[in-house]
């Protein structure tokens, strides 16, 4: 019994959080460990300073901090321009589509997955994503709709309120 009560109020939880999605989260020594390994490729090879990035781009936007997410996004952004390889844009792409589902701007996220799709419609990890991008914005419509509702009799129970009221000062 305990244990049903448990998944409830996780399940709840994963509902007003947006918890429950695939998509991995990495911790800060991760990223820091990243920060180093970058730092110590400078005088390494082109390719091998270009996956150290790609690396810690990757922890950045998979990061529980927002800031660390902005960073990545950023980082990505800036390295777009640069990259020639159809694989390596994939996959900048796709981490830019996790951070921007990160950040919270889905339908930034899902035109980045989409255009990872049509490049590969059969990559498990976008598909995922996808996935995710689709509950979450059901999930964000529903609280809405639930607020509005909310609101709408808040306010005709105010009226109603005001209105008795008002019948009985006459």
């Known amino acids: 019994m305990d244990v049903k009560i ?3 109020f996780d399940s709840i939880g994963d509902f007003f959080t947006g918890g429950g999605d695939s998509i991995p989260w990495c911790d800060s020594d991760i990223v820091i460990g990243c920060e180093r390994e970058v730092a110590g490729s400078e005088n390494a090879s ?3 300073k270009n996956e150290c990035r790609l690396r810690l781009s990757w922890s950045l936007v998979h990061s529980k901090r927002p800031e660390d997410v902005q960073r990545g996004i950023a980082m990505l952004e800036g390295s777009m321009a640069k990259t020639s390889d159809p694989l390596q844009m994939r996959e900048k792409m796709y981490l830019l589509a996790v951070g921007y589902y990160r950040s ?3 339908s930034r996220s899902r035109q980045l997955v989409d ?5 590969a419609p059969d990559w498990r990890q976008a598909i995922s994503l996808n996935k995710a991008i689709e509950d979450r914005i059901k999930k964000d419509g529903m609280i809405g709709i639930g607020i509005a509702a909310t609101a709408v009799g ?4 105010l009226a109603g309120g005001l209105a008795a009221a008002l019948s009985r000062k006459k």
């Open 6 to 8: 448990g998944k409830l």
């Open 46 to 48: 082109e390719e091998y």
């Open 104 to 106: 919270g701007d889905y």
């Open 115 to 119: 255009s990872c799709l049509e490049i």
């Open 154 to 157: 808040a306010v005709g129970i």
